[in-house]
């Protein structure tokens, strides 16, 4: 029997953040180990609430949830993505206050612990802002080694970066936090690079979202309820788009699943002085820069395979 894919996922529970924990939590393969928190979406305290309360509408609360960094590592958070995800950060639905609590440790020692207790085992999986794991891997950067891989939702290589920041080509992960994205891939850990390349092709379709609603799981019909304020922050910022990006549920997939992606390896660093760059995935995929290889970089997806996987998966709570 294969062994499950261990994972910690690190998200700043905006809704598709909520998609990727669904996702995580009903995939067979995928043993969730925990759950850490950071800004992005919305600040890490509502991040962190947000958690707790997907958590509860699954009816999961014995997955630990750990409060991480409020902020990058040199400018202070702004919040700037209620547009997308709604006031609350969960497309201004309410849900009911989370009963469980989240536990005292640390984000970054959680991170720590995890992986030292089980070398190779472990494979840290960031889909928002990735403070946490750069502070992980500078506090004890013998992780780098021992995780079993860094599965990022971040970069872009190809594809238009996201609307708002100067700098046309970059994502918001990566904007959040340019430094961050630079500690992590040049650690030395088996990153992979899940960005907009690949997860502005996976969409949830309104259709698919209708067949979700149908089948009658009560915890996936309010998680629909919540991505219809996504999808429509979508339409206004991608005039006739046919539905949301599966961003973050897409990297917890690879995670276990890397056959769903056609990669690259190459070498990737992050811009970070660059008045139109800065935050900018750059790419060396010269014949000279095969030496430097860091990262396996997402080029192409098994799109099919994978919305049908979704969409099963949102369809049944088995």
């Known amino acids: 029997m294969t062994e499950p894919c261990r994972i910690i996922l690190d998200v700043d529970t905006g809704i598709d953040d909520a998609m990727a924990i669904f996702y995580a939590l009903r995939r067979p393969g995928i043993k969730l180990e925990a759950l850490t928190t950071t800004f992005g979406n919305t600040d890490t305290s509502i991040a962190t609430e947000n958690t707790l309360k997907i958590l509860e509408l699954l009816g999961r609360p014995e997955i630990p ?16 993505a209620d547009h997308v995800h709604g006031s609350n950060g969960l497309g201004d639905v309410d849900l009911p206050a989370p009963t469980i609590k989240a536990v005292d440790e640390h984000a970054i020692d959680l991170m720590i612990r995890l992986v030292k207790e089980n070398p190779g085992e472990i494979t840290l999986v960031p889909v928002g802002p990735i403070t946490n794991v750069a502070l992980a891997l500078t506090k004890a950067p ?15 290589i190809f594809h238009p970066g996201i609307h708002g920041p100067i700098a046309p080509m970059v994502d918001a992960n990566f904007a ?6 630079h500690i992590v891939l040049q650690a030395g850990a088996n990153v992979t690079l899940v960005g907009m390349d690949v997860t502005m092709t996976t969409l949830l379709s309104t259709d698919m979202m209708a067949d979700i609603v149908a089948a009658g799981d009560p915890a996936s019909q309010t998680l629909m309820k919540i991505t219809e304020f996504y999808v429509n922050s979508y339409k206004t910022m991608y005039p006739g788009i ?9 990297a917890v997939a690879i ?4 056959s ?10 992050i811009e ?7 935050g900018q995935t750059v ?30 998966l949102m369809k049944n709570a088995a």
């Open 242 to 250: 046919k539905g949301c990006g599966l961003h973050d549920p897409l």
């Open 142 to 156: 013998e992780i780098a080694k021992l995780a079993k891989g860094i599965v990022i939702m971040g970069s872009t």
């Open 65 to 80: 949830v750990a409060p991480g960094v409020g902020r990058s590592l040199i400018r202070p958070y702004k919040r700037m």
């Open 283 to 312: 790419a060396d995929r010269r014949r000279t820069a095969n030496d430097l290889h860091n990262a396996n970089v997402c080029m192409a997806i098994d799109r099919p395979r994978f919305e049908a996987d979704f969409v099963a």
């Open 260 to 269: 769903l992606a056609t990669m690259e390896r190459m070498y990737v660093d």
């Open 272 to 278: 970070l002085h660059g008045e139109l760059t800065r």
């Open 176 to 181: 959040n936090d340019p430094e961050a994205a």
């Open 255 to 258: 995670a276990e699943d890397p």
